[in-house]
């Protein structure tokens, strides 16, 4: 396999994207004439879910954001999904998925992580434990592994793109993998777990790194064809290609017949503290970018589309206030969409907790409402047929209180 565009070391501070997937196949589900694949996209960073999905019909909205809230008549216009919610107009793909009935928008949910770390945050979002550092395996793996396995791709041992395993597939499944020769082995990942370490113990330091290195200022350095302190969008060209590209590949491989059944990829670069650009900045160009991403998915599983569901999560999300720097920063309740044929789509579903001040989360952040378990565990077992007292037991531990989100899915 030979990728067209090798992404470079400041295209991967903000597109960063790791793929693994497994040779096994959902035996029962194939028993019921289905083929079911799924593949999990994580954001690494904190997904600002209010400016992904804008709650216009909220009376409070317009007073929370001012001039930075996504409107219907704003310029760009956000793209109506219901009465209530908008998406961002960077979106056009995942809109035209949602209005054909298969997409699904999840508001105002997160992990039971209440602290805002991205290290512990994403620790929880990929262990599917309730607290940070409690396994060394993901719930995606452990899902895998309580799958019989009926048919193993050739000799293939692995199949990733990048070089570090995230957590969130490791474990007792065989992984595939792949590596850019590229890429340099230093990560991406490992900045912004240095980051958010500096953060907690040296913030002149972190602010140092972060200026050095990438996100934020290296959206408007001059390699992305911008020049330091210009106004304009940077050119996010690079890393566009990279997020279709990526997920264009893991979807070929999901889509083929004696390809694996399930994968995972991840992106970086959605910490945006500074100048964070809702409807025409920088996160408005990383939403496209991921928008060019579900589109190649769709494209490159062709038939295998029908049975195909697609999870894009993120550790938490953003505080609902912009803050002095024009940015949001570390908050908890989010979005989680939800793509692909095999679902029951069209919908945003939210039990909405409202944006006034008294109804936030710390009077800061859109408090969660909906357990992102319980949306993992929907999918899993209604359409790879895994079983609810392995997803209680093994895949999520402690969370059989927790009932599976049903009615996802097109099998359910």
């Not at 293939?156 to 007792?172: H, I, M, N, Q, Y």
């Not at 499944?173 to 240095?194: E, F, G, H």
């Amino acid at each position: 396999m030979a990728f067209i565009h090798a992404p470079s070391r400041r295209e991967l501070m903000l597109s960063a994207g790791v793929l693994f997937a497994w040779a096994h196949w959902p035996k029962l589900a194939r028993a019921e004439g289905r083929d079911p694949r799924m593949l999990t996209i994580v954001l690494r960073g904190a997904l600002d879910g209010l400016a992904v999905a804008a709650p216009v019909g909220d009376p409070d909205w317009i007073k929370l954001r001012g001039d930075k809230a996504l409107t219907i008549d704003g310029k760009p216009p956000a793209l109506p999904l219901d009465s209530f919610f908008a998406l961002n107009p960077a979106m056009p793909n995942l809109h035209r998925l949602y209005k054909a009935g298969q997409a699904t928008i999840v508001h105002a949910a997160a992990t039971p992580y209440r602290e805002r770390s991205h290290f512990d945050g994403q620790d929880v979002l990929e262990s599917g434990l309730d607290k940070p550092g409690a396994v060394h395996s993901g719930w995606l793996n452990r899902a895998l592994a309580s799958l019989k396995a009926e048919h193993r791709v050739g000799d293939e041992k692995a199949f990733a793109v990048g070089p570090v395993t995230p957590l969130v597939v490791r474990g007792s499944a065989p992984v595939m993998s792949w590596v850019p020769p590229n890429i340099k082995q230093a990560t991406d990942d490992t900045v912004l777990r240095l980051l958010d370490l500096y953060n907690h113990t040296d913030p002149a330091m972190a602010r140092a790194l972060e200026g050095r290195m990438g996100l934020i200022s290296l959206a408007r350095s001059e390699a992305m064809g911008g020049k330091p302190g210009d106004a304009k969008p940077p050119n996010m060209n690079g890393a566009r290609a990279y997020f279709t590209e990526a997920a264009g590949t893991a979807a070929k491989y999901l889509a083929r017949a004696d390809g694996p059944r399930v994968g995972a990829l991840a992106f970086n670069g959605w910490d945006t503290h500074n100048n964070e650009g809702v409807a025409s900045g920088l996160l408005a160009n990383l939403l496209g970018a991921l928008d060019g991403a579900i589109a190649a998915i769709e494209t490159n599983m062709g038939d295998a589309w029908s049975q195909t569901t697609v999870a894009i999560v993120t550790e938490f999300g953003r505080t609902a206030r912009i803050n002095g720097t024009d940015g949001t920063d570390h908050g908890t309740g989010t979005v989680a969409l939800l793509i692909g044929s095999a679902l029951k789509g069209g919908r945003v579903i939210a039990d909405w907790p409202g944006v006034k001040a008294t109804s936030l989360y710390e009077n800061r952040d859109l408090k969660a409402t909906t357990d992102l378990r319980a949306v993992l565990k929907g999918l899993l077992r209604d359409h790879l047929r895994v079983d609810e007292r392995v997803l209680a037991e093994t895949v999520f531990p402690g969370s059989a209180k927790l009932k599976p989100m049903g009615g996802l899915v097109v099998s359910a």
